[in-house]
Antibody, heavy 118, light 107 residues
Framework: EVQLVESGGGLVQPGGSLRLSCAGS????????MTWVRQAPGKGLEWVAG????????LYVDSVKGRFTVSKDDADKSLYLQMDSLGVEDTAVYYC???????????WGQGTLVTVSS | DIQMTQSPSSLYASVGDGVTITCRAS??????LNWYQQKPGQAPKLLIY???NLQSGVPSRFSGSGSGTDFTLTISSLQLEDFATYYC?????????FGPGTKVDIK
């Protein structure tokens, strides 16, 4: 059974940093693009970042470029999102998801809440 | 960036009703359009990929159509478990933008 489990969310002050993790199981982690999607409280979905199977290509939405870094460790079957210079606008539930190229995001984690507040 | 719009933003319907949600892209995205369902407190669930392909395990009352800039999601006969918010998403080019969502509520 495919599973994705996020962790690392919490309360952080503006300007602070946080590292999210997403542990995958039940599939060959190294064979898939992986992605992060976030959802601010009461709002819609926003694509944040994605990383290619071999880690050679990383994509970001403009609002996080230069502040967020996506990475993966195939040995640990884990996806990461390093978030720096956090602002209140980054407050959201962050989901990781598996990408089926051309076929959407077929598996999602349960999400981890990041709250940026003083 | 490609902008995605959805209409309506919300609708009220009864069990058994047919429902159609429209999604429009600001430029052609061929058939690179996916639909997701999200219920409160839950992660999104993939319903339709590449405009009209039903994801495994999704009931056949869901269907998708369209290409280029205009797409539709149709639910042929609403069931109680279908009351949720529906999002379209383009997977044509980064950033892979989502539509604002359509909330389907019980009449």
């Amino acid at each position: 059974e495919v599973q994705l489990v996020e962790s690392g969310g919490g309360l952080v002050q503006p300007g602070g940093s946080l590292r999210l993790s997403c542990a995958g199981s039940g599939f060959i982690f190294s064979q898939y693009w992986m992605t992060w999607v976030r959802q601010a409280p009461g709002k819609g979905l926003e694509w944040v970042a994605g990383i290619k199977q071999d880690g050679t290509e990383k994509l970001y939405v403009d609002s996080v470029k230069g502040r967020f870094t996506v990475s993966k460790d195939d040995a640990d079957k884990s996806l990461y999102l390093q978030m720096d210079s956090l602002g209140v606008e980054d407050t959201a539930v962050y989901y990781c998801a598996r990408v089926r190229t051309g076929r959407g995001y077929d598996y999602w984690g349960q999400g981890t809440l990041v709250t940026v507040s003083s | 960036d490609i902008q995605m719009t959805q209409s309506p933003s919300s609708l009220y319907a009864s069990v058994g009703d047919g429902v159609t949600i429209t999604c429009r892209a600001s430029q052609s995205i061929s058939s690179y359009l996916n639909w997701y369902q999200q219920k409160p407190g839950q992660a999104p669930k993939l319903l339709i990929y590449a405009a009209f392909n039903l994801q495994s395990g999704v009931p056949s009352r869901f269907s998708g159509s369209g290409s280029g800039t205009d797409f539709t999601l149709t639910i042929s006969s609403l069931q109680l478990e279908d009351f949720a918010t529906y999002y379209c998403q383009q997977s044509y080019t980064s950033p892979f933008t989502f539509g604002p969502g359509t909330k389907v509520d019980i009449k």
